[in-house]
């Protein structure tokens, strides 16, 4: 069976400039997770969805961050105007049942803003 | 205390050591904690799952410790591909959600 997907796998763009990382969780499962990792401040939850409803989203940064998903095998999490400190690892993750389940994370995507 | 603290390491050993890593953790009512294992450039992956006291899986050992809140992973002789940071993960205080720990980097040498 095919794992979490992730597109792009890197991004390098410009201060201000709009990114979306998109995801494709596991079929079935029924919870989606977007987390950013940094060497100062690890992994950090930013939002999940639970049967593509967003559930909670306190871990958003700003408002210049917004997730959505429109469908059960797709999740998007856009950064519009992208900022130098928004560099950092994105990782999409999925669980099958509950939001304590394991969760099965997608390769990442390596997002550098210059 | 913070919801989940680990030693940071790096944890440098040779090939064949026992070597152990310590978690603590804020919320009492947890009743699920995990291991993770991050290699680096890479996405973190599950290792092992803990419910109850522990739980063994080859050379991997998980033990929880409820009264005091910490959990251990014990590796028995190390291998070279043992070399990757170590997530320590539990649940929230509402239960809603996982908290990753930082990690313990650990390199095992020839």
């Known amino acids: 069976d095919a794992g979490v997907i992730q597109s792009p796998r890197h991004e390098v763009t410009e201060m201000g400039q709009e990114v979306t990382l998109r995801c494709k969780p596991i079929s079935g499962h029924d919870y989606l997770f977007w987390y950013r990792q940094t060497m100062m401040r690890g992994l950090e939850l930013l939002i999940y969805?639970?049967?593509?409803?967003?559930?909670?989203d306190s871990g958003m940064p700003e408002d210049r961050f917004s997730a959505k998903m429109p469908n059960a095998s797709f999740s998007t999490l856009k950064i519009q105007p992208s900022e130098p400190r928004d560099s950092a690892v994105y990782f999409c993750?999925?669980?099958?049942?509950?939001?304590?389940?394991?969760?099965?994370f997608g390769p990442g995507t390596r997002l550098t803003v210059l | 205390r913070k919801e989940v603290e680990q030693d940071p390491g790096p944890f440098n050993v040779p090939e064949g050591a026992t070597v152990a890593f310590n978690c603590t953790y804020s919320?009492?009512?947890?009743?699920?904690f995990f291991w993770y294992r991050q290699d680096c450039r890479k996405e973190p992956k599950l290792l092992m799952s803990v419910y109850s006291s522990g739980n063994e899986d080859g050379r991997f050992t998980a033990q929880l410790n409820r009264a005091s809140q910490y959990i251990s992973l014990l590796i028995r002789d190390s291998k070279l591909s043992d070399s990757a940071t170590y997530l320590c993960?539990?649940?929230?205080?509402?239960?809603?959600?996982?908290?990753f720990g930082k990690g313990t980097t650990l390199s095992v040498s020839s």
């Open positions: 993750a999925s669980s099958l049942t509950l939001p304590v389940d394991t969760q099965y």
């Open positions: 919320n009492s009512a947890s009743q699920s």
């Open positions: 993960v539990v649940p929230n205080q509402a239960g809603t959600a996982l908290i």
């Open positions: 969805f639970n049967n593509n409803v967003p559930i909670d």
